[in-house]
Nanobody, 120 residues
Framework: VQLQASGGGLVQPGGSLTLSCATG???????IGWFRQVPGKERDFVAL????????YYTDSVKGRFIISRDNAENMVYLRMNSLKPEDTAVYSC???????????????WGQGTKVTVSS
């Protein structure tokens, strides 16, 4: 499994950005997660989606602002980020695992990160 995240950039507070994760073909029960990390801090869970059902789960700080979605035909997972705040600034990475959970250790495959900066 090789993952490719893209779509990061500089955005003003209150703005929106969509991140993309190219996953390649995955097994139907795969779970795809988005995580973020600030230098010097631990990697934090953001959102996840089960490939087969589309069931999603979000960390509390992004609920109502971020939307995770998938396009199985295109082997893509997206993270639509709305109402961005400076505290959303981080390197965002996508990952693939087999269990529906938010622990980073549960994800076996990781892509490189894409940097998101929220600043005026």
């Amino acid at each position: 499994v090789q993952l490719q995240a893209s779509g990061g950039g500089l955005v003003q507070p209150g703005g929106s950005l969509t991140l993309s994760c190219a996953t390649g073909r995955l097994y139907s029960s795969a779970v795809i997660g988005w995580f973020r990390q600030v230098p010097g801090k631990e990697r934090d869970f953001v959102a996840l989606i089960r490939r087969s059902s589309g069931t999603t789960y979000y960390t509390d700080s992004v609920k109502g602002r971020f939307i995770i979605s998938r396009d199985n035909a295109e082997n893509m997972v997206y993270l639509r980020m709305n109402s961005l705040k400076p505290e959303d600034t981080a390197v965002y990475s996508c990952a693939v695992g087999s269990t529906f959970e938010s622990r980073a250790a549960a994800y076996k495959y990781w892509g490189q990160g894409t940097k998101v900066t929220v600043s005026s």
